[in-house]
């Protein structure tokens, strides 16, 4: 209807680009335009000013010889003073910009290992961007930004860099378990060892207070008993020890210890013990 009554409306955020009788006129705004057709104008077609976004897929080599994917994200939109331009000038700036950008990385990556490749990959954007701004502001395109988004190895070398990785987390990990045993044994080697130094100490201090002991009944028994020698009182504390260890051995129902003496010279004393048992039963 619009048309009819030589009228037409141009969409927010759009331009049209007028032409009369075939020759660019004028670029219309947004908002409703009156073209006489009679005149010889009309609209030859419309722009979007809205900012637009491109996806490009690049396959490439690195330094390294691994073959990779690079995907970049290019932002762009038309600028409102260079709508003729945009149009006319251009027919796919899809198509333009996606060759800039396959140029601009196949000229980049390759001069990267793969791993400074996914290090640098703000500088390969960059150089991307900037490539891409010289040549399209001269067709009427703003380049807003460009980013790589994506790096992709083949599926080989993914999975060769991440057994790579995981073997070289295991060594670590390896690394630290044989740490931590090794702090472990060493620990138990110092308690061990200290506690071997105590029990010393506490043997030490036991002979000690043994020997104190004896050496004050020995003491004590010679001043109440005149004429006694130690030799004496030690054969008596001996023989006293003797007889309550062998109190003890049948006080026990399910005792099993006998004290033999043993060595060559023992035959000899168990012989001389028996002849002085037998000799004095006889004198009874």
């Known amino acids: ?33 009156c073209l006489p057709w009679i005149s010889g104008k009309r609209v030859a077609g419309y722009l979007t000013l809205r900012l637009q976004q491109l996806d490009v897929r690049c396959e490439t080599k690195t330094k390294d010889n ?7 994200s290019i932002q762009y939109r038309v600028l409102s003073n260079k709508a003729s331009d945009a149009y006319y000038k251009l027919s796919n700036a899809k198509s333009q910009i996606q060759a800039y950008v396959f140029d601009v990385i196949r000229a980049s990556v390759p001069k990267l290992n793969l791993d400074d490749a996914f290090e640098q990959k ?11 701004e010289k040549a399209m502001s001269a067709y009427g395109y703003e ?10 190895p083949d599926e080989h070398v993914k999975r060769a ?3 790579i990785n995981a073997a070289a ?13 090794k702090i472990i044994q060493i620990k138990r080697a110092e308690g061990e060892a200290e506690a071997k130094y105590l029990s010393g100490l506490g043997i030490a201090r036991q002979r000690q207070a043994i020997v104190d002991g004896l050496r004050d ?8 008993v005149p004429g006694t020698t130690a030799k004496d009182v030690m054969d008596m504390v001996l023989i006293t020890q003797y007889f309550d260890t062998m ?17 060559p010279g023992a035959v000899k004393d168990i012989a001389t013990q028996i002849r002085d048992g037998l000799l004095q039963a006889s004198q009874h």
């Open 122 to 132: 703000n500088e390969i954007a960059r150089a991307v961007e900037e490539e891409l």
């Open 247 to 263: 109190k003890e051995i049948g006080a026990a129902s399910k005792s099993s210890s006998v004290f033999i003496p043993h060595g």
């Open 1 to 33: 209807m619009g048309q009819a009554f030589c009228c037409i409306q141009v969409e927010q955020s759009s331009v049209a680009i007028k032409e009369q009788f075939g020759k660019y006129d004028e670029v219309l705004e947004p908002g409703c335009h």
């Open 217 to 224: 009944s020995v003491i004590g028994f010679s001043v109440n």
């Open 143 to 152: 380049i807003v930004q460009t980013l790589i988004v994506d790096i992709e």
């Open 161 to 163: 860099m991440n057994e």
């Open 66 to 72: 691994v073959f990779v994917n690079v995907v970049a």
């Open 169 to 181: 987390r295991l060594r670590m990990a390896a690394n630290e378990k044989a740490e931590a045993e």
